[in-house]
């Protein structure tokens, strides 16, 4: 698939997009006027004409000048869509009138994301692979070549960030091991620019990371922890970390799952895959921030040497927890990632990204994700990236009362509340212990991993979300 410039397109299929409605042309401004195009949906016009012996199909396409760049973003699917839909691999994008340069430099970055999580296909198990046909998108612009390839390069790059975590989501969970994770990890370092180092079992039992050794001591493949370290900026400049859940596979463990969800669950690595696809995009762009990655990684299954309900184990912060459900594993592999990125004197905040709660997806049903923090100001920053790129979050209170949720009467704290209410909440209340005092927003994706149906540039399957949310809070910083 290419985008191309092309000033002058003789391709027949096109879409013509008309921006506000100064400058367009008198031709554009009768077609808009029709009763035809009032009646047309989601503010798209299709005609189609014959010049010299060519049958030439054009889109209109009407935006209104001060978009939100979000807006933009679902403006820019309609003709990726149209082109899908019409089973066209030539297609030109031009404007109407005269467009502004400013306006369409600043969309290319838009259009080039919008490309690449639309057009997203996994390629799957099939036997038989389904045919993949090369694609040609003609931009018809007054943009210097150079410009115009670095501006749609910058939304390729961010969508390709997205496009790996949905591959990894997308994978089972036999393919997609801890250590499978952490070589697809290492070998997108090499490509982007980012270190990585990965500790085997044998280290981390040295390191003392009790959660999340206890909750892989069940599993079949070894449990690992992958760091990537990505220094776009002065070294002495403070790193955000991020740690994303990676339970490759969670059976629940002795608390096992019933037969509705256990089957769901090759997605609890999503919050992994959205700290691995947010590096990816943040080092192709040579985003001028540093960003610490951490990504424990294990499987929660049944075995001989799996952690059984009613132990208590030590955590790399040398506090002490009561395993009281085995299917609360993700708070314990989080917790080590959380102290063990927050005591670095080099991070300045935190934040980690989980499918954690199940009651996260009851709150909101996939509309959002839950978010927790200790920082006001640093969720004020998060929310600012949230409201730029569409990839929505919703504040929990931390209120005392619930405190006893996170009480074990035989040790430090509890893994998994008595009470079944405000789970979301008591989750983040856990990990509030393991931040080392620094400012944390916590992240629960669980519910909107997955999508069940297509909605503007998110085909249904995995979504990849909260590797846009991390870009563009890291991106926001440069200024
Ligand atoms: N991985 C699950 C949460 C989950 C639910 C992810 C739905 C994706 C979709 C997590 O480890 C879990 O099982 N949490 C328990 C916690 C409870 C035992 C305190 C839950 O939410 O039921
Ligand atoms: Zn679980
Ligand atoms: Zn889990």
Same mark, same amino acid.
């Given at each position: ?87 066209? $691999? ?53 943009? %210097? ?11 390729? $790059? ?31 370092? *090499? ?27 069940? %599993? ?11 220094? !776009? ?12 859940? !990676? ?9 096992? *799952? ?13 919050? %992994? ?14 985003? *001028? ?29 040398? *506090? ?102 405000? !789970? ?56």
């Amino acid at each position: 698939m290419s985008i191309i410039l092309n000033k002058d397109s003789q391709l027949v299929s096109k879409v013509i997009i008309c921006v506000g409605e100064e400058n367009i042309s008198a031709q554009t401004s009768t077609l808009i006027e029709s009763e035809l195009f009032k009646k047309s949906t989601k503010d798209m016009f299709t005609t189609s004409s014959v010049e010299d012996g060519k049958v030439v199909v054009t889109t209109y396409l009407y935006a209104e000048k001060d978009l939100s760049d979000e807006k933009l973003r679902e403006v820019y699917c309609l003709p990726i869509k149209d082109m899908a839909r019409r089973k066209v $691999n030539s297609y030109a994008i031009c404007f109407d009138g005269e467009a502004d340069c400013d306006f369409i430099k600043k969309s290319l970055p838009l259009f080039g994301e919008v490309f690449g999580m639309v057009t997203y296909k996994f390629e799957g198990y099939k036997s038989v692979k389904p045919p993949v046909s090369e694609t040609t998108i003609e931009f018809v612009c007054d943009v %210097a070549q150079g410009e115009f390839d670095q501006l749609v390069a910058q939304g390729l $790059n961010i969508a390709q960030g997205v496009n790996v975590a949905r591959d990894t989501i997308n994978a089972p969970s036999d393919v997609i091991t801890p250590r499978a994770f952490a070589e697809l990890a290492t070998e997108r370092g *090499k490509e982007c620019g980012f270190e990585v180092a990965v500790y085997n079992e044998k280290e981390l039992a040295e390191m003392g990371f009790g959660g999340l050794l206890a909750v892989g001591r069940g %599993a079949l493949n070894e449990t690992t922890l992958a760091v990537l370290k990505y220094t !776009g900026d002065k070294p002495d400049v403070p790193y955000t970390a991020v740690i994303g859940k !990676g339970v490759t596979f969670d059976a629940g463990g002795y608390h096992l *799952k019933d037969t509705a969800s256990i089957g769901f669950m090759k997605v609890d690595m999503g919050g %992994a895959a959205a700290a691995l696809g947010a590096t990816c995009a943040v080092a192709q762009n040579k985003v *001028k921030a540093n960003l610490l990655t951490v990504i424990p990684l294990c499987e929660n299954l049944i075995g001989k040497e799996a952690f059984i309900p009613g132990c208590v184990i030590t955590m790399l912060s040398k *506090k002490t927890v009561e395993i009281t459900n085995t299917d609360a594993e993700g708070r314990l592999i989080m917790a080590d990632g959380l102290h063990f990125a927050s005591e670095k004197e080099e991070v300045g905040r935190v934040i980690d990204i989980a499918t954690l709660t199940g009651a996260t997806a009851i709150i909101f049903g996939g509309a959002c994700a839950a978010v927790t923090t200790n920082n006001s100001e640093f969720l004020d920053e998060l929310q600012k990236s949230s409201d730029y790129c569409g990839e929505k979050i919703w504040q929990l209170p931390m209120f005392d009362k619930y405190k006893d949720r996170i009480m074990s009467k035989i040790a430090d704290y509890c893994n998994s509340p008595m009470s079944k209410t405000a !789970g979301a909440i008591a989750a983040g209340m856990f990990l509030r212990e393991f931040v080392n005092q620094k400012p944390w927003v916590h992240i629960d994706i669980a519910g909107i991993t997955v999508a069940m149906a297509d909605e503007n540039y998110t085909p249904p399957g995995p979504i990849g979300y909260g590797v846009r949310l991390i870009y563009n809070l890291l991106n926001e910083s440069e200024g």
